[in-house]
C-alpha cells in the first residue's frame, strides 16, 4: 500500500514536470520566432532608402524597379528574406542586405512592413 502511494506521488511529479517543461519550450520558441515591430525602427534605416520612406511605397521607382513591401503579409516577407539570405533568390543588395540579418532582425522586419500600411 505504501509503495503504491508513493509511485503515483512520483508520477504526478514527472507529469508535472513534463507539462511545465513544454509550456515554457512552447513559450521561448514563441518569443523567437514573434517579430518585434518597436525593434524594427532601428533596422528599416537600412531600408527606406530603396523600399521608400515609411508612409511611401517605393522610392526611385524611375531607375529601378522595388517591390513595395509595406502592407504585406509577414509570412511572405520573412520567406523572401530568408530566400535571399540563403540564397536560393538572387538579387545583388537583397543577398547583401539579407545576409547581414539574423533570424530575429527579419521576423521584426517582416512584422514592422506588414504593420505599415
Ligand atoms: C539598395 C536597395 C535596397 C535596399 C537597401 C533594400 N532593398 Fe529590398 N529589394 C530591393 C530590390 C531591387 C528588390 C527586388 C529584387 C528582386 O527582383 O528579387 C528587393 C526585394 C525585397 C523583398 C522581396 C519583395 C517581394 O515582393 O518579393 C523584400 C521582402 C525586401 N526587399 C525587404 C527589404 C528589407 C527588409 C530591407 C532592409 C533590411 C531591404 N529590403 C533593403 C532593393 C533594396
Do not use: W
Not at 3 to 16: E, N, P
Not at 44 to 56: D, E, F, L, R, T
Not at 61 to 70: C, G, M, Q
Amino acid at each position: 500500500m505504501k509503495f503504491h502511494t508513493s509511485m503515483k506521488c512520483k508520477l504526478y511529479v514527472l507529469f508535472y514536470l513534463l507539462a511545465s517543461c513544454s509550456i515554457s519550450g512552447q513559450a521561448l520558441a514563441a518569443d523567437a520566432a514573434a517579430g518585434n515591430v518597436q525593434n524594427a525602427r532601428d533596422k528599416v534605416s537600412m531600408c527606406i532608402g530603396c523600399h521608400g520612406i515609411p508612409g511611401y511605397k517605393a522610392s526611385f521607382p524611375e531607375l529601378y524597379h522595388v517591390p513595395k513591401i509595406a502592407g504585406q503579409n509577414a509570412k511572405y516577407l520573412e520567406a523572401a528574406l530568408n530566400e535571399y539570405k540563403k540564397g536560393s533568390r538572387s538579387h545583388p543588395t537583397m543577398d547583401a542586405i539579407a545576409g547581414s540579418l539574423s533570424d530575429q532582425d527579419i521576423a521584426d522586419l517582416a512584422a514592422y512592413y506588414a504593420n505599415l500600411k
